[in-house]
């Protein structure tokens, strides 16, 4: 794919050049340098690494309280929010978007689900559709919805 520089811009160009050249190059060598860190970092923290003693399940059972594709009489979203029960406990996994839409505590209330069934809440990663919203990640702090139960006090 190829783009049309309007020669009304070369002027422009021509003269910012000497300045944009070499930044752009900096950026470039900074850019690879950054690239040849991060591989030695890894290939320092696999070197390090150590089998992950995991104990073994006699039971496992998920839930999906959040998904895009939904059965009759539930929400969908694009975030995902899982319970998880084993026989060692139960942990959460994401939130999909929580308080900031109401698929959420649809679900949950639909399923029966409330927050003092759960050891543990694990979030995947600090997007929006994974932590509770645009509010969490605005605070980098995650939500659950009140109607579901106090996270303190449950």
Do not use: C
């Not at 995991?54 to 039971?59: A, D, M, R």
């Not at 969908?76 to 996994?93: C, D, E, H, Q, R």
């Amino acid at each position: 794919m190829s783009y049309r520089i309007s020669p009304v811009w070369w002027p422009v160009i021509a003269l910012s050049s000497p300045v944009l050249l070499p930044m752009l190059f900096i950026k470039n060598g900074r850019y690879k340098k950054n690239i040849i860190k991060s591989h030695r970092i890894n290939n320092a923290r696999m070197e390090r690494a150590q089998p992950l003693e995991i104990p073994q399940l006699e039971s496992f059972e998920l839930t999906v309280l959040v998904e895009q594709k939904v059965d009759n009489g539930f929400w969908g979203a694009p975030g995902v929010s899982y319970l998880i029960k084993t026989n060692l406990g139960s942990l959460l996994f994401d939130l999909g978007f929580g308080p900031d839409n109401q698929v959420f505590t649809h679900n949950a209330k639909k399923l029966g689900f409330r927050v003092d069934q759960v050891d543990a809440l694990v979030i995947s990663h600090l997007h929006p559709d994974h932590m509770g919203g645009l509010k969490a990640a605005r605070k980098n702090k995650v939500t659950l919805p009140q109607e579901i139960g106090d996270a303190d006090h449950s």
